[in-house]
Nanobody, 127 residues
Framework: QVQLVESGGGSVQVGGSLRLSCAASGYISSNDKMAWFRQAPGKEREGVAVFYTGAGIDAIRYYADSVKGRFTISRDNAKNTIYLQMNSLKPEDTAVYYC?????????????????WGQGTQVTVSS
């Protein structure tokens, strides 16, 4: 069974940057969506970014409006790893960040579209 392990979280000041990594222990098909979600205390889980590829399809990336222009998702198939580069961080970006993989139907923003999840990594942005 594939496991996803996130790393790279931590504490940073407003305006700073972090890069999160999510390494898959097993094979993840290039047809699987791979995404980052986050959940802040007292708030619902939010889809942050997703990375799609597939046969004959160039890489497609979608982002939540709240992170567009600041966050970048990328994937290294050779390393079976996805990344989330986070720049210009704001206090409202503080949350536990999770990576997810899957090809279930549904919006990329919905957790129901994924069947494999990491354990999460904390990101704290202070002013």
């Amino acid at each position: 069974q594939v496991q996803l392990v996130e790393s790279g979280g931590g504490s940073v000041q407003v305006g700073g940057s972090l890069r999160l990594s999510c390494a898959a222990s097993g094979y993840i098909s290039s047809n699987d969506k791979m995404a980052w979600f986050r959940q802040a205390p007292g708030k619902e889980r939010e889809g942050v970014a997703v990375f799609y590829t597939g046969a004959g399809i160039d890489a497609i990336r979608y982002y939540a409006d709240s992170v567009k222009g600041r966050f970048t998702i990328s994937r290294d198939n050779a390393k079976n790893t996805i990344y989330l580069q986070m720049n210009s961080l704001k206090p409202e970006d503080t949350a536990v960040y999770y990576c997810a993989a899957g090809r279930l139907s549904g919006s990329w923003r919905s957790g129901d579209a994924y069947d494999t999840w990491g354990q999460g990594t904390q990101v704290t942005v202070s002013s």
